[in-house]
Structures are given as C-alpha cells and as structure tokens.
C-alpha cells in the first residue's frame, strides 16, 4: 500500500498583534515539547542499549513492548490509528475528532520505535505530536483548533530537526499558507527554544 498524507482544509489565523504574541507563547512552548520529545526518544534507546548487551535482544525487547503499547492502544481505542504513518490521525487532530493525548499516545509509539533500532519516517511522527499538542493548547484556551494544530506540526518539526528554513517551506507546501508570517514565526521560535537538541545527531 502507498501512504498519501491527506491534509483537511483549516482556516489559518488572521495576522494581528495578539496573535502574535499568542503564537509566540506557544511557539516557544513548542519547542520546549519538541526539546522533551529528543530527550524521551534518546533516553529510551540508551536505556536499553545500556542495560541489554546482546545487540538482537536490544531490537526485539523493545519491539516486544511497541506491539504490546499497541495492542493495549486499540483494546482501549479501536483503531490502530497510532500506528504507521498516521495520516488519519493528524487529519482528525486537525479536524479537532482526536483525543487530547494523542500526542502523548504517539509519542510513545515512536520512542519504542526508535529504541528498537527503526529508523525513518520521523518527519511525520513529528508533525502528528505537535499537531496534537496544538489542538490541546486551543482547546484549553478557546483558541481556533485548526490553525494551532497546523501550526503546532510545523513548530514541533522545526524544533525537532533544527531545520526552521526547510519547516516553514515544508508547511507552505503542506498547508498552503497564503499569507506565512505567522507560520514563520512558529518555526523560528520553536528552533530557537529547542537549543541542540534534535532527532537527529
């Protein structure tokens, strides 16, 4: 099967001086998360690097885990949603449809990955966490779903691959952006927040 990433339609935020300051808040905030996913996804492959010797132990251990967090994941949400590329779910994150620790649930799923030794497919993992912390951030602040989900993906990725030119590029492709200053700033806030830390070394 090929995996295309559907992206839904959202309605970007109007440029104004309190959005400003309130993307700027969140960005930094972003990239504080997107410095916490670094540090959980390193620290879980060293763990079990450190603790087991036996290099195939060190790849199936983890693997065991992944497939157990997963099942555990669908006996509780029916829907393996978690898993993969996840494009359905960061349609629904956008959509405002997913939990609120989606993000959480997701990165998980990515830590154990990487701990096993997987590697690739970390942009869109990424994108997902951050997207999911966005919608959370909107919710608790009656703030519009969809544009700190959408901007929440692409400062997690921007603080999370150190890559604030490419992100913001790779968001006006993604989710084109008509009028990008906002989603500039995202991307540059979280990268200046997220210090050196990053998925990759």
């Known amino acids: 099967n090929i995996h295309i990433l559907h992206i839904p339609e959202f309605i ?25 996913f670094c540090f959980i996804t390193h620290s879980i ?20 885990i992944l497939l ?12 393996f949603k978690y898993n993969g590329l996840g494009g359905a779910l960061l349609s629904d994150i956008i959509e405002g449809k997913a939990n609120h620790v989606a ?10 990955t990487f701990a096993a030794g997987f590697a690739g497919g970390e942009v869109v993992p990424l994108l997902i966490v951050g997207a999911g912390f966005g919608m959370s951030f909107a919710s608790l602040f009656s ?35 008509s009028e990008p200053t906002l989603l500039f700033l995202a991307a540059a806030l979280s990268f200046l927040a997220s210090g050196t830390s990053g998925i990759y070394n």
């Open 12 to 36: 970007p935020l109007d440029v104004t001086v309190s959005n400003y300051l309130i993307v700027a808040v969140f960005a930094v905030l972003a990239g504080f998360y997107s410095r916490l």
């Open 45 to 64: 492959k060293h763990i079990f690097q450190s603790k087991i010797k036996n290099e195939y132990l060190q790849v199936l251990v983890p693997s065991i």
């Open 68 to 79: 157990g967090v997963s099942m555990i994941t669908y006996a509780f949400t029916k829907s």
């Open 103 to 112: 993000d959480l649930m997701k990165l998980l799923m990515v830590a154990f």
């Open 143 to 177: 703030l519009p779903v969809s544009a700190f989900a959408v901007l929440g993906a692409i400062s997690m990725l921007s603080g999370g691959t150190n890559l604030p030119l490419a992100c913001f590029a790779l968001g006006l492709e993604l989710f084109g952006y």
